[in-house]
Every structure is written in C-alpha cells, then in structure tokens.
C-alpha cells in the first residue's frame, strides 16, 4: 500500500493535488480523522437528512408487510453500507435507486404477499448485484448503455419518472394522505432547488445562500409542522433512548435465511426490471460524474476523478449483501443526487468551506447513520416519513423527466420515448422494454441503434457551452482512461 502526500494546511495546491488515501487495488482507502477531517456542517444536515432515508420503511411495510422496527434495521444497514462509497475512494453522496423504486413496486407486486414476493425481490436485487459487479469488472462500465437505442433510453428514464409521480398521486397514493403538506411542502422544495428567482436570491445574501445549500432540509422540517397543523399527522411524540432495529425477525422472515433462495425461474423473471433499472443507474452515474467535474474547474487544489468501474464494483457489492441480509426495495445506488450537488456546491467555495469532497460526502453520511440510532431524531419525523418519500419521488420525476427527453434526439425519438414510458409506467419494465424495442425497430429499421438526430433537441449548441458543459466534456472523454483514479486536476477557464 501507498499513502499519498496531503496538500498543505495553507490551502496551496501540491505538485500532483492528490489527496491522502491507501492504495488497495481498485479502490483508495480513506479514513475519517487519518485522511480527511470531519465536516461539521455537513454532519450536522445529516443527522436531520435521515428522514429520506427513514421514508424507505413505509415502502417496505406497504410491499412487504414489514413491522417498522423491521424496516428500520433494513435502513440501518443500508445506512452502513453507504459509507463504503467515499472510504474505498467514490466522492459522492449515495443514495437510492430512486427513479426505478416505483417499477420495482409493480414488479413485486406481481406475486402474492409473503415468501413468494419477498423471493423476487431478493432475486431482483442480487441480479442487479450481478449485472453492476460484472460491468464493473469488464470495464465495461463507461460504454455499456451507448448500445441502447437513445429513444429507448430516454423512454425508460422518462417512464421512471411518470412512475415515480403516480406513486404519489394515484387513487389511495400518499397525496390522498397529506395533501396540503406535500402541496406546500413540495413547492417550496423546488423552489429552493430550481427557482431562477431564488438562484438570484443567493448571489446576495449569505443567508439565502445557507438555505440554499440544505437541499430539501427546509422542506422536511417544515412537514413536520404543517402535517399536524391540517389534521394530516400527529405531533411527533419525542421518544429519548436508542433506536431497537429488528434483526432478528428481518433475517428469520425476510432474508434467504428464513425463506431460503428464490427458484431459479424467478431470477429469469427479473431480467426486464434489471436492465430498466440500469439504464436508471447509468443515468446517475452520468449525473455524478459531470456534478464532480464542474467542482474540479473550481477545486484544482484536489485532483479527483469519478471512476465508473470502481463505482459499479461498490454499489454492486452493496446490493449484493443486502439481497441477502435485508432486501431493500429502494436498492443501493450510486448517487444521492440532491445531497451531492448540495455538498458540491460547498465544496465549490475553497478549502476553507470544505477541505475535501470526501470529507464532505464521508461526513454527511455519517451523519445519518448516526441519526438512525437516536429516538429523538427517529420520533420526530416518524409521522411524516410518507411526506418525505412523496418529496423525494417528485423531485425525482422531475430530474427523469427532463434528464429522459434530453436523452432523445430528434421528433421521431421523443415520441416512442412518449409511449414507451407511459406503458412502463402503466404496465411495468417487461413490456415497456418490449413496446419500445417493437417501436425502435418499426420506426428506424436498419437504423435501430443509430437512430437519427434532426437537431430539435441541441445537445452541442456553443451558445451553451457553461464550466458544467465542459466539465462534462472533459468526463467524457475521461471513461476511456486508464484506470488511475487521480488525474491533473483540471484548470479553469
């Protein structure tokens, strides 16, 4: 193992930036307090964050039928396995799965509650495992998905995002639940996120420019107030003590322990909501490869480069053990998007805001895993977890939607785009994929892989060319690299 050399105290930039890390084949191992300092602005967010992660245990309840202490040991060892991410060298935020959570509901849902359903999820979720790990082995990683068809890929990405809304809002949904506390608390939410109006707030005060970097913070505390104030919960009753995650019961009923393997059948079955999920995977990884890369315009003191196949391996793993210790219908993703750019955008103001992005990222993360353990903390914003799923699943329609158009290229792919997604969203993953393969193949013939490009949709326009457009220019070209996880930090322009 090798150890490289920290950059000095004073903020100035090293010969070659790296950061400090321990070389272990594919991965750089960093510790906290050993390579990075804790962040204690970004611990602090979350300790409260953790609702998002909480709302993860009414999704298993409603599929599963899952007790909440049951639930919450699922979250809980999510939670831990987020921080292998920035401790073997990814400098992001993970997350969910968020986009496919709803085509993986539908699918499960197919089968009767019980053993049978609980067998498709594990055989999901450990397929997934296989597919992500192999992709990260091969180093095929960075060029698998260019083989899909770009009205295809943009017709699951969008389908995942009309999903994801009418989750929220089909008959018996959670809007029928909350629906004056997801209106408001919703709309502040993308206020906050996507208001030009607000964006200009935050060049000129620093206390907008506070609210701005808490993500969907302001949104959840706010839940926790307006729920009770319309009817729609009660006040959180503070409980004091520690948490009591049931492992027991997860692993003697949920887990192969209990139930045993799925049948070999079922694994086959699960193949169409695999590779929907990742081509939703794949859209992150994108996502936060290009977020790292307009951060370096502005850190050249940190050379640090988001590498594809490493991410796979890790959130491969991921899935791989919780499909067999505590299968997890929010999966284990590679980006927590909302939270990365939060804490990008922190890191973006110097080494005095933020040392390290690994710092930043570690620190958050430890942060919830540290809240998942205190009753205060849990009991606060227990009666509003349907609330914070709802934010996070409209937030993220929002995000597929727009990132699925941009995906098409021309009239002709936003419309099988159109129809692919609405039967994914309406019919599941199977026959979305079917619908979508039938359309490309119908429509462009010979040209099923290439499609064609009418210039409606300007994805080179030098008008547009910002840092951010660069920087993923720049990761672009970065995928067909050695695999040598520091590079020249990149100079602004």
Not at 91 to 108: E, Q, S
Not at 217 to 226: F, R
Not at 362 to 370: A, D, E, L, V, Y
Not at 385 to 404: D, E, M, N, P, Y
Request: net charge negative; glycine share 10%.
């Amino acid at each position: 193992m090798d150890t490289s050399t920290p950059a000095p105290s004073d903020g100035a930039p090293t010969g070659d930036a790296r950061s400090p890390h321990w070389k272990l084949g594919p991965f750089d191992v960093r510790l906290p307090f050993v390579h990075y300092r804790i962040e204690w602005p970004d611990y602090t967010q979350g300790l409260v964050m953790c609702a998002v992660d909480l709302s993860a245990i009414p999704l298993l309840m409603e599929l599963l039928g899952m007790p909440f202490e049951v639930g919450l040991a699922v979250v809980v060892l999510n939670g831990l396995l987020y921080l292998l991410h920035h401790l073997l060298g990814d400098p992001v935020v993970p997350g969910w799965i968020t986009p496919a959570i709803p085509l993986v509901m539908v699918y499960c849902q197919q089968f009767p509650e019980g053993p049978e359903r609980v067998h498709a999820l594990i055989a999901f979720q450990l397929m997934l495992a296989a597919l992500s790990i192999f992709l990260g082995v091969s180093g095929l990683a960075a060029k698998v998905v260019r083989f899909v068809p770009n009205a295809l890929r943009a017709g699951v990405i969008v389908g995942a995002g009309f999903a994801a809304v009418q989750g929220v809002f089909a008959a018996g949904g959670r809007f029928e639940a909350f629906p004056w506390t997801i209106a408001i608390t919703v709309g502040l939410a993308f206020y906050l996120l996507y208001s030009k109006h607000f964006a200009r707030l935050q060049t000129r005060g620093r206390l907008w420019r506070v609210v701005g970097g808490l993500g969907i913070l302001p949104s959840i505390l706010l839940a926790v107030v307006l729920a009770p104030v319309f009817g729609e919960a009660p006040w959180p009753t503070i409980e004091w003590g520690f948490s009591t995650p049931d492992f027991a019961t997860l692993w003697s009923e949920y887990t192969v322990f209990g139930v045993g393997l799925p049948p070999a059948m079922m694994f086959l079955t699960a193949v169409p909501t695999v590779l929907a999920a990742y081509i939703v995977v794949f859209g992150d990884v994108l996502q936060a490869r290009a977020v790292l890369g307009e951060a370096s315009v502005e850190r050249p003191d940190e050379a640090v480069r988001y590498n594809p196949n490493r991410a796979h391996l890790i959130f491969g793993g991921r899935n791989a053990i919780m499909g067999i210790i505590g299968p997890d219908v929010t999966m284990c993703g590679p980006l927590w998007a909302a939270m990365h750019v939060a804490i990008s955008e922190r890191y973006k103001k110097g080494r005095d805001a933020m040392r390290s992005i690994f710092g930043g990222a570690g620190s958050f993360r430890w942060g919830t895993n540290t809240a998942l353990w205190l009753m205060p903390i849990v009991s606060l914003v227990e009666p509003i977890l349907g609330v914070a799923l709802a934010l996070t699943l409209l937030i993220q329609g929002f995000v597929s939607v727009k990132v699925g158009i941009l995906e098409a290229r021309s009239k002709t792919d936003l419309g099988i785009a159109g129809v692919t997604g609405a039967v994914l969203a309406v019919q599941g993953a199977a026959w979305g994929f079917a619908v979508g393969i039938v359309l490309c193949l119908f429509v462009y013939g010979r040209r099923f892989f290439s499609g064609e490009d009418d210039g409606v949709i300007n994805h080179d326009a030098p008008s547009e060319v910002t840092p951010r457009a660069r920087a993923e220019s720049r990761s672009e070209a970065d995928s067909d690299a050695p695999d040598d996880d520091v590079r020249e930090p990149a100079t602004s322009s």
